[in-house]
């Protein structure tokens, strides 16, 4: 495997903090899907998270997990009184400028407190690498260490309104992501190699080809010449670094690339179906539907939708 060394030395980190989500015990939070992969940590309490297509996590305060782009969140409180740390209380409104969703934090007694931010990853000069993770990955911490200490951190920034409070967040939210990595590269057999296959000239190559030229008739064929591989061991390189085959990235990166336009511009879905590369519209909302668990007109309907409701 790859030096992590290495891989953080080409990775360029940005995290946007963007909401503070809590949700009491009995109730539900549900967060559209975001175009960036996303980052949650557990600030207090405990419950559940749940990533449309991917099992639930359960989920306790130091808990910190990273989520594929264009995945539905579902946030459900399971915690107890005493869980929510006091000094969340005074962090409406937040001086950082973050939106409040779900539960007052001045009612809250029993549920559970995430802040949540997007991730924009730049690796070897490939934009969005975060964006296709094969699954989510989860970190838990333990009080007393790094991630931990900067979440405490990251609290006293929301609390006091100082200037700089933005970057700041973004800086320790920064520094736990890498950490987080770290560890969990360490706990894992498969650990980065998602990431790893970037320093991987041939896959890397045809990597940056996919995601710059969605819309290209590709073929198994056509992405191993690009390789300079024979067509079974490229296919079996790729799967093996990227946990899905080649023609199933390509088809990611062609949905995600629709979700983007979905989301960025006013082009109607037929138009936006042709310049991802899909010539059949019904085939091409099928695939969306599987993926994100909605139809393009819904998806770019509820992008920002967020709601509360009752178990």
């Known amino acids: 495997m790859l030096s992590i060394d290495i891989l953080f030395e080409n990775l360029d980190i940005t995290v946007h903090p963007f909401v503070f989500c809590c949700a009491e015990n009995g109730t539900s939070l549900s967060l559209g899907p975001r175009e960036e ?8 309490g405990a419950g559940t998270l749940n990533f449309l297509g991917y099992p639930t996590f359960k989920v306790e305060a130091g808990a910190m997990i990273v989520a594929p782009a264009g995945t539905k969140h579902l946030l459900r409180g399971t915690g107890t009184v005493g869980q929510i740390p006091e000094t969340l209380n005074a962090c409406q409104p937040l001086s950082a400028g973050l939106e409040i969703m779900g539960s007052d934090l001045h009612t809250l007694e029993d ?12 690796y070897r000069g490939t934009e969005g690498i975060f964006n296709y993770l094969p699954e989510p990955i989860m970190v838990q911490s333990c009080k007393g260490e790094m991630i931990w200490r900067s979440f405490d951190m990251i609290i006293q920034e929301m609390i006091r309104a100082k200037s700089g409070s933005r ?41 940056e080809t996919i995601i710059e030229n969605p819309a290209t008739p590709y073929t198994l064929e056509s992405l191993a010449g690009i390789s300079m591989m024979s067509r079974s061991s490229f296919a079996a390189q790729f799967k093996e670094a990227l946990g899905r085959s080649a023609m199933d990235f390509v088809k990611e990166v062609r949905l995600r690339a629709a ?13 936006i179906c042709a310049k991802v590369g899909y010539d059949s519209r019904s085939h091409f909302t099928k695939s969306f539907g599987k993926l994100f668990g909605a139809s393009p007109g819904e998806y770019r309907a509820s992008h920002t939708t967020t709601h509360t409701t009752a178990l």
């Not at 549920?111 to 730049?122: M, P, Q, R, T």
């Not at 967040?169 to 650990?191: A, D, H, I, P, W």
């Not at 979700?259 to 138009?271: F, G």
């Open 37 to 44: 992969s996303t980052i949650h940590y557990v600030l207090g």
């Open 111 to 122: 549920g559970i407190a995430v802040v949540c931010g997007s991730v924009d990853a730049l």
């Open 167 to 207: 970057a700041m967040l973004r800086l320790l939210f920064q520094e736990c992501l890498l950490y987080m990595l770290r560890r969990y590269s360490e706990t894992n057999v498969k650990g980065l190699d998602w990431l790893s296959a970037l320093n991987r000239p041939r896959l890397n190559k045809v990597i």
């Open 259 to 271: 979700a983007k336009m979905l989301v960025q511009t006013d082009l109607p879905v037929k138009s």
